[in-house]
T-cell receptor, first 109, second 114 residues
Framework: GESVGLHLPTLSVQEGDNSIINCAYS??????FIWYKQESGKGPQFIID?????DKRQGQRVTVLLNKTVKHLSLQIAATQPGDSAVYFC????????FGAGTTVTVRA | DSGVTQTPKHLITATGQRVTLRCSPR?????VYWYQQSLDQGLQFLIQ???????AKGNILERFSAQQFPDLHSELNLSSLELGDSALYFC?????????????FGEGSRLTVL
């Protein structure tokens, strides 16, 4: 079946460095992609989204890149902070929102 | 605070039992979604309702059912519970379809089946 997946289950980053979290998707019909952040004991929280007619979108300290040719999505976090420690999920949407397995980001002081 | 309220926050029950999880969406949101998150698993889509009607179905077991009421709150019913049903169950809401904007998630109901 079609699925959304992440390349790495964990990522350790030095505080102040930039983080890159990658995601591969396989559903060609998906036209909307979202990154969510889930902190311990909480529900997922929206970070940034991008539609299939775009290849880059920037937010505050975050950038999402979409490469439809290879079905790849990435989230870049600039100047990573301790508060960025969380599990990050990419999600793709055709008629329903499907999540990947998540990448656990740990920020080292 | 996302504005989505889920009750109960924690629930412990035995195998074979039945439980009901409740979700109140954000004010104004018409769509409600249910997701299951097991240990070391991502979020598995179960079902979506829009304005009282079922809109999309995911990997929801036949032992599970849901509905959305006229006041837009939703309930997820889990019956004949098994150990493997232990998980976090999240409800989310949005104004319309999932591809038209952000889903707002509640803080989840943690179900433990003993």
């Amino acid at each position: 079946g079609e699925s959304v997946g992440l390349h790495l289950p964990t990522l350790s980053v030095q505080e102040g460095d930039n983080s890159i979290i990658n995601c591969a998707y396989s559903n060609s019909a998906s036209d909307y992609f979202i990154w969510y952040k889930q902190e311990s004991g909480k529900g997922p929280q929206f970070i940034i989204d991008i539609r299939s007619n775009m290849d880059k979108r920037q937010g505050q300290r975050v950038t999402v890149l979409l490469n439809k040719t290879v079905k790849h999505l990435s989230l870049q976090i600039a100047a990573t902070q301790p508060g960025d420690s969380a599990v990050y999920f990419c999600a793709e949407c055709d008629y329903k929102l499907s999540f990947g397995a998540g990448t656990t980001v740990t920020v080292r002081a | 605070d996302s504005g989505v309220t889920q009750t109960p926050k924690h629930l412990i029950t035995a195998t074979g039992q039945r439980v009901t999880l409740r979700c109140s969406p954000r004010s104004g949101d018409l769509s409600v979604y249910w997701y299951q998150q097991s240990l070391d698993q991502g979020l598995q889509f179960l079902i979506q309702y829009y304005n009282g009607e079922e809109r999309a179905k995911g990997n929801i077991l036949e032992r599970f059912s849901a509905q959305q009421f006229p006041d837009l709150h939703s309930e997820l019913n889990l019956s004949s519970l098994e150990l493997g049903d232990s998980a976090l169950y999240f409800c989310a809401s949005s104004l319309g379809s999932p591809n038209t904007g952000e889903l707002f998630f509640g803080e989840g109901s943690r179900l433990t089946v003993l």
